[in-house]
């Protein structure tokens, strides 16, 4: 069938060309009336707007995009994103909204946002210093930052994640635990902790105020720092390196739930007696947290709230409202099975 056009709109309804696009992308242009006449006819002839010439025409895409550091696949595989996703997605529903995920491109993040046809970037855990914020700012596109620092003049949502790693080490240290291991996000900065910025600081900044009320320190011979990707695999990967270190940890302090799933699956492989030989703590309290053997004692954020948020503060955005919002949510320690008296 040949495509309906809006010429053949304008003729079958008595109105102009700019009349049709009117009734389609700036209604409150016309009268009431007018606009449903004109889309009654387009129905009637089975016309559809051309989403790329409406985007043209509007400059808005109605979408918005959630930039995210892995590909999909591995992205996905992390419950954290899919809790996150369903709270963006209900505001999207809400607005109109559709949302596109956006993923590295050609291994490039930077590559991707000039791709992505979307009005505004919900953006996940960057440093306010990466190449892509400051693509954003040159772009004019707005965009909310989520565990990240932020500037004043951008708006963010983000945890009291100091806060919760101290309440998660301080656990594992009251049970008696000293030779620690801290596994932390990938960074790219292994070793330099002093050059750490945004959640990985923060969380560090929690670990290390629990450390120094017993008188520890980061530093201590006791106390191992490893980096993996915030993936199961990176969890494994864990487990494998310290079970090869002369100081084998009694407890190991994941910054998120996947990391802290893998590591517990890994040890159980290798014949461990969870959680008398090894105790465990996660962060984030994903629903698979609840129902892994041992139950995993962790932090729980609200991710799903933390997406509504962030959604809501980038639609503000969008409209144009000037307040700039900086919103921190609260943790709480979640305990469960995972973690026993050190003896």
Not at 264 to 276: S, V
């Amino acid at each position: 069938m040949a495509k309906v056009t809006i010429s053949q709109i304008a003729k079958e309804a008595g109105v102009s060309k700019t009349a049709v696009s009117f009734a389609f992308n700036a209604p409150t242009q016309l009268a009431p009336a007018t606009v449903r006449h004109i889309r009654d006819i387009a129905e009637r002839l089975g016309y559809t707007p051309d989403p790329i010439a409406r985007s043209m025409t509007t400059r808005r895409t109605n979408a918005l995009g959630l930039l995210l550091p892995q590909d999909i696949a591995t992205a996905l595989a992390n419950p954290f994103y899919t809790q996150f996703i369903r709270g963006l997605g209900q505001v999207c529903g809400r607005a109109g909204l559709t949302l596109m995920l956006v993923p590295p491109l050609w291994g490039s993040m930077m590559k991707a946002i000039p791709h992505a046809t979307v009005d505004g970037f919900v953006v996940l855990g960057l440093e306010v210093d990466r190449g892509e914020v400051q693509l954003m700012r040159r772009r004019y596109k707005p965009f909310v930052l989520v565990d990240s620092d932020a500037p004043d003049d951008v708006p963010s949502v983000n945890i009291d994640d100091r806060g919760g790693a101290q309440m998660a080490m301080e656990y594992v240290l009251a049970h008696g635990h000293r030779r620690i291991a801290i596994v932390a996000f990938e960074s790219g900065k292994a070793g330099h902790i002093t050059a750490y910025t945004g959640t990985l600081a923060a969380r560090l900044d929690g670990y290390r105020a629990a450390l120094a009320a017993y008188g520890l320190t980061l530093d201590d011979e006791r106390i191992q720092l490893v980096e993996v990707p915030s993936s199961w695999e990176g969890g494994q990967a864990a487990f494998a390196r310290l079970w090869q270190t002369p100081i084998q940890p009694t407890a190991l302090v994941a910054m998120s739930d996947i990391i802290a799933i893998g590591a517990i699956d890994a040890a159980k492989a290798c014949g461990l007696q969870l959680p008398h030989d090894l105790s465990i703590v996660g962060f984030d309290d994903v629903p698979d947290a609840q129902y892994v053997s041992p139950g995993l004692t962790t932090v729980r954020q609200p991710v799903e709230a933390k997406g509504i948020l962030a959604a809501e503060v980038l639609v503000a955005a969008l409209q144009q409202e000037r307040d700039v919002i900086h919103k921190v949510l609260p943790c709480e320690l979640v305990v469960r099975q995972s973690v026993v008296a050190y003896k």
